[in-house]
T-cell receptor, first 112, second 114 residues
Framework: KQEVTQIPAALSVPEGENLVLNCSFTDSAIYNLQWFRQDPGKGLTSLLLIQSSQREQTSGRLNASLDKSSGRSTLYIAASQPGDSATYLC???????????FGIGTKLQVIP | DAGVIQSPRHEVTEMGQEVTLRCKPISGHNSLFWYRQTMMRGLELLIY????????DSGMPEDRFSAKMPNASFSTLKIQPSEPRDSAVYFC????????????FGQGTRLTVV
């Protein structure tokens, strides 16, 4: 069974800071990994999908890295803005289990 | 495309009543997922379909829960009878492939059972 851990659980930073969100997973035999954003009272929005053969994926100020062998992924947010405040969830897809497993998420607050 | 559409957005019902949640996936997506989200347990996968066929329902908590996908554009999640501990936000998501492609989520249905 895949287990996903996200550290830290919550993070508060001043606007403009660069920050890193961490995700670890127990089963390294993944097909891909997605990072999602969830705003309060809303559904999840897929930010980045990184394939198991890739090391990095970038979208604007977001950069996701993947180290499959060690079971780790990081989401780097550059020059954070108050609009980045949300919960960020990591979700690896285990081809063997044919399931996407979600972490609990990191709740980010960017202070103006 | 309007994205994944769920209805209703909010549902308040009395214990023992039947509740039906509805989902319209993105056109062309062949996989559909039902999730439940609570503060205590986070996002839990309840059941998922591929090409309208249920693939894995091991996440369905009890026999009170059932899901159907009669065609590629519609799915339902039913709880009968409902209990207060079923109160949660229920999300539907769709994708191309079981996990190979990005998953797109609906806005969710907030269910309160009193």
């Amino acid at each position: 069974k895949q287990e996903v851990t996200q550290i830290p659980a919550a993070l508060s930073v001043p606007e403009g800071e660069n920050l890193v969100l961490n995700c670890s997973f127990t089963d390294s035999a993944i097909y891909n990994l997605q990072w999602f954003r969830q705003d309060p009272g809303k559904g999840l929005t897929s930010l980045l999908l990184i394939q198991s053969s890739q090391r990095e994926q970038t979208s604007g100020r977001l950069n996701a890295s993947l180290d499959k062998s060690s079971g780790r992924s990081t989401l780097y947010i550059a020059a954070s803005q108050p609009g980045d405040s949300a919960t960020y969830l990591c979700a690896p897809y285990s081809g063997g289990y044919q399931k996407v497993t979600f972490g609990i998420g990191t709740k980010l607050q960017v202070i103006p | 495309d309007a994205g994944v559409i769920q209805s209703p957005r909010h549902e308040v019902t009395e214990m023992g009543q039947e509740v039906t949640l509805r989902c319209k996936p993105i056109s062309g997506h062949n996989s559909l997922f039902w999730y439940r989200q609570t503060m205590m347990r986070g996002l839990e996968l309840l059941i998922y379909f591929n090409n309208n066929v249920p693939i894995d329902d091991s996440g369905m908590p009890e026999d009170r829960f059932s899901a159907k996908m009669p065609n590629a554009s519609f799915s339902t999640l039913k709880i009968q009878p409902s209990e207060p501990r079923d109160s949660a936000v229920y999300f539907c998501a769709s994708s191309l492939g079981l996990g190979q492609g990005r998953a797109f989520f609906g806005q969710g249905t907030r269910l309160t059972v009193v």
